[in-house]
């Protein structure tokens, strides 16, 4: 599978300023289903890896610092 090298428009978004991945939490990758959120080494922050994602939402919703946002496209809402 291949795994995204830049920026792109994705379902979830990680606020860098909120994030506290650097600081050990990994909350938002535990709680994925997909396995579709990883740690960027270059900035220890979190991202989305895979656009595979389902729009489960535990991500955002178990996110101590409200850094994950799940954009979910207008016509599945």
Known sequence: MPTATQR??????VDEDKCIADKGCTVCIDVCPLDVLWINPATGKA????DECWYCMPCEADCPTDAVKVEIPYLLR
Do not use: F, L
């Open 47 to 50: 991202h989305m890896r895979y």
């Open 8 to 13: 792109t428009s994705v379902p979830v978004i």
